[in-house]
């Protein structure tokens, strides 16, 4: 397997993809865009969650064989000794994915007039309709566009994701660890994984999941 030739294509791959998103907000880096109407923060999510999801299985495919001791167990930070910034500073990337949920889902309803209240003396106040959400309503993007810088930040330092990765596998495996995961990609399909998609995220995750199952199926080379 050419480990380097599929590493360039999907990089490259996953490159267009993040200008893409990077044009569709609007944001340049070091910015933050504050709002942006639901209809494109949907369509960005969209395509950021698959997005995502690439980027994770090329970190483990990158990790593959990769042995680094764990390190000194972490003691709890001492109170107050935490600094909040304002939200604006890029997060790390998030190489643990969440679990998918079991059960039934939640249903989902419209919201209505609130509690109705009537009042003795016949004064009833008049209950009008909440109006639907409209496409074009701002809604919040801080997130959104931290995920896209957090996600830059990966693309351009892979191999220091693949130390994370392996640096926590070693803490996973010599107990220093409080979680029950023993992998961080969750069993099953990916996050945002559609079959039969047709934007070319949906193609270059279909396959990193197959090269990262490979990759972790493979024994470690010596």
């Not at 880096?29 to 980027?55: D, Q, W």
């Not at 909040?84 to 889902?105: T, Y």
């Not at 209240?117 to 309709?129: A, E, K, Q, R």
């Not at 961080?184 to 994984?193: A, E, I, K």
């Amino acid at each position: 397997m050419d480990w380097a030739a599929a590493r360039e294509r999907n990089t490259q791959a996953l490159l267009r993809i993040l200008t893409l998103l990077f044009r569709m907000v609007g944001l340049v880096k070091g910015g933050i865009v504050p709002h942006l109407p639901r209809y494109l923060h949907v369509a960005a999510l969209g395509i950021l969650r698959p997005a995502e999801s690439a980027l994770r299985r090329m970190v483990v495919i990158e990790a593959r064989g990769l042995s680094i001791a764990p390190g000194p167990a972490r003691t709890a930070p001492v109170a107050g000794a935490i600094k909040r910034g304002n939200g604006a500073e890029i997060p790390c990337f998030a190489l643990i994915e969440p679990l998918q949920r079991v059960g039934f889902p939640k249903l989902k309803t419209a919201p209505g007039y609130g509690p109705r209240i009537s009042f003795f003396d016949g004064y009833d106040p008049v209950y009008s309709t909440p109006s639907a959400p409209s496409p074009d309503d701002p809604v919040d993007a801080g997130r959104l566009c931290r995920r896209l810088l957090a996600m830059q930040r990966a693309l351009e330092t892979l191999p220091q994701q693949a130390k994370r990765l392996a640096r926590w596998r070693a803490r996973r495996k010599a107990g220093l660890l409080r979680t029950p995961r023993t992998r961080t990609l969750r069993p099953g399909r990916p996050p945002g994984f559609r079959a039969r998609g047709k934007h070319p995220v949906d193609e270059l995750l279909q396959n990193c999941h197959a090269l990262a199952l490979y990759s972790l199926a493979q024994p470690p080379e010596p």
